[in-house]
């Protein structure tokens, strides 16, 4: 209905800092290409020669740009096939303790894929099945948002309808012990990846609750879990979570992304009553990225036409165009300003969307520079085997602009007041400080850092109080809000 390529094989993945990914297509076999005849070369005497002969009268040594445009004899493929079987025997038959072949066969793997960039590799079964539910933003768990405080476990607010919330388990209940052993010792992530696990399995979660003299115990089944991708507040008024101004903040590009979008939304508007907000503030700061398609439903969402993303690969079905449709939830924001909020964090299906929303003259960006992933990995299942993350596609924006190692920059540069302890560390360079990136060449690089640096507390966060102001009138500037060529 929204997802309009020109060709679409299957939705896999991409982008992402070196924390987060982004979606393109599958790829398939290549197409045959055509014989092509010989260039013609002036045979006449009198044609000087390209090079000088050698004094020996043979051949000049190719250039190494010359061996890398002609294609290998597939004998020498073969025999470096050779090589690699003759030192996995060696290694087999001779290192000083027995190796565990299945993990050399998959370093192997893992080394070649990484050698050809920074975001294509190799994902084992257990990494496959992480990742798959990474970006599908679902898993089997409880239902319960957590933080630790004090080394011990402390319910944020149990998820509705999911298994906490019907059991009864409330916010600031603090958890001690599952199934019996007491926590204190685990760090977060690994107590919450106790209370993960597969759907329908039971777990006993004992939680201490202020004003209850004795532990409550809860045995709870685990059920599917959809993780929260978008949170939404009304700021820019005098007490908190009153104002005229919407900030939804998308933390990832997960299967829940446009749908939290368009659910946040609604909710506005059925809080105010049918009234439009002032503005809307789309935060993606440290947004590093996920699925492409949610990128081109998340701009859809505030764009009635036109092109969202390129996509451009090696072969023909890994070039794209992805096209944004009139539809109701634009028409229900098309009159209502918008600003996207940027920093070094955001990367690849967060450029996507700033990038196309800034070129079509629909928001305008605030922040520091982007993190500069251009490029689109596919997910190749290997079945029971797990899978490859390669590189197929560079993407570009609808001006054609690609940001790889570059980043989109912001209409309205505004930095964070960074505290001392963090004053230098703060920085990345992004994509171009990645060993092995892809480059473009003619294409500028990023050379300096941008900062991922983002406040708790919103009143110091220099960069959404800024943009609230600029959508409340009481800041200016001749870019926003922008306007059509």
Request: charged share 25%; aromatic share 4%; hydrophobic share 40%.
């Amino acid at each position: 209905m929204r997802l309009n390529p020109i060709s679409t094989l299957a939705i896999v993945v991409a982008l992402s800092l070196p924390a987060g990914f982004l979606i393109a297509q599958e790829p398939s076999a290549p197409a045959p290409t055509e014989d092509l005849a010989p260039t013609d070369v002036d045979q006449s005497p009198d044609a000087a020669p390209d090079v000088e002969p050698a004094p020996s009268g043979e051949e000049p040594e190719p250039t190494a740009e010359e061996n890398a445009a002609a294609p290998r004899d597939p004998l020498e493929i073969y025999a470096d096939l050779n090589l690699f079987g003759e030192v996995f025997d060696r290694i087999r038959a001779e290192y000083v303790d027995p190796p565990d072949e299945e993990e050399l066969i998959r370093a192997a793997i893992q080394g070649m894929l990484t050698s050809l960039d920074p975001h294509s590799g190799y994902l084992p079964p257990a990494d496959a099945s992480d990742f798959r539910e990474d970006t599908s933003g679902e898993f089997g768990g409880l239902g319960i948002e957590v933080t630790m405080e004090d080394e011990v476990i402390k319910v944020i607010s149990p998820i509705d309808d999911t298994p906490a919330a019907k059991a009864g388990i409330m916010a600031n209940d603090l958890i001690v012990q599952l199934d019996g052993v007491d926590i204190q010792g685990l760090t977060l992530d690994e107590a919450v990846d106790k209370m993960r696990g597969p759907i329908g399995t039971s777990i006993k979660v004992t939680v201490v609750r202020e004003g209850v003299d004795e532990p409550i115990d809860f045995d709870l089944t685990r059920a599917t879990i959809a993780m929260r991708a978008v949170r939404w507040s009304m700021e820019g008024g005098a007490e908190e979570g009153q104002g005229d101004v919407a900030v939804l903040r998308l933390s990832r590009f997960s299967e829940q992304a446009f749908v939290g979008v368009e659910n946040a939304l609604k909710d506005i508007y059925a809080e105010r009553d049918g009234v439009a907000p002032k503005g809307i503030i789309l935060d993606l700061r440290n947004n590093p990225g996920g699925l492409v398609d949610q990128s081109v439903y998340v701009a859809d969402a505030f764009l009635k036409q036109g092109a969202v993303v390129l996509t451009r690969g090696r072969i023909p079905q890994e070039s794209s165009r992805y096209d944004a449709q009139p539809d109701s939830l634009d028409d229900l924001v098309a009159d209502v300003p918008l600003v996207v909020l940027v920093n070094g964090g955001s990367a690849s299906a967060s450029e996507i969307v700033a990038g196309a929303l800034q070129d079509h003259k629909r928001a305008t960006v605030v922040g520091t520079r982007s993190f500069g992933k251009g490029s689109v990995q596919s997910i190749i299942s290997l079945g029971p085997d797990g899978a490859m993350r390669l590189t197929t596609a560079r993407y570009y924006t609808p001006n054609n602009r690609s940001i790889q190692a570059l980043g989109i920059t912001p209409d309205i540069e505004i930095k964070q007041v960074v505290p001392e302890e963090f004053q230098g560390r703060d920085e990345i360079v992004g994509e171009a400080g990645l060993a092995g990136h892809i480059t473009i060449e003619g294409q500028e690089e990023a050379t300096v850092g941008s900062s991922v640096y983002v406040p708790a507390e919103r009143s110091e966060d220099t960069q959404l109080q800024y943009a609230i102001r600029l959508v409340m009138g009481e800041e200016t500037n001749p870019a926003y809000p922008p306007k059509a060529e």
